[in-house]
């Protein structure tokens, strides 16, 4: 079964949201990497961008193995100077919620189409989603209560990489 061109639309809309996060993601690593004593924070960063280039990858051979094109496009400079370390988790969550909006829009057109295998496809995305939304509160609410308290955001740095694995071990316990 082929795509419907709605669909191969949709995806492709997809894949440039799926590269422009993974953009998002490694300009706020770079900034990180240039504040003293955020290693955490930017290792989480140019690791949610290599994720977030996966993403677009599978969406990619998705289309093509449906007898799709993935359209590659140009994509905007990402904001690249942030004021505090909670902007950037305001701008992660802000970020995770725009993919997931876009997600659910993406099983919306398949399931009105009846295309079942894109649903099952998207399942995964979904619970990614999940997981994505579940992490950037997390940080943000636990930003927002240190403050500007160089302690605690020092803290929060080498907490992130467990807050992850704990994120993720969650998830799969569902």
Do not use: C
């Amino acid at each position: 079964m082929l795509l419907s061109e709605k669909m191969l639309s949709a995806l492709n809309n997809q894949v440039k949201l799926e590269a422009e996060s993974s953009q998002v993601y490694l300009g706020i690593a770079s900034w990180l990497e240039t504040q003293p004593g955020l290693e955490g924070y930017t290792e989480f960063f140019y690791r949610q961008s290599d994720e977030e280039h996966h993403h677009m990858l599978k969406l990619i051979h998705y289309i093509n193995d449906r007898d799709g094109h993935a359209i590659i496009t140009a994509l905007d400079m990402p904001k690249n100077s942030f004021g505090q370390v909670v902007e950037v988790f305001q701008d992660f969550l802000d970020n995770e919620l725009l993919v997931s909006a876009s997600i659910n829009d993406l099983v919306e057109l398949a399931l009105n189409e009846k295309d079942y295998l894109t649903f099952k496809f998207l399942q995964w995305y979904l619970d990614e989603q999940l997981e994505e939304e579940k992490m950037a509160k997390t940080m943000l609410a636990k930003l927002e209560l240190v403050g500007n308290d160089r302690g605690g955001i020092y803290q929060l740095d080498k907490d992130i990489v467990g807050l992850r694995t704990k994120v993720s071990e969650t998830k799969e316990g569902e």
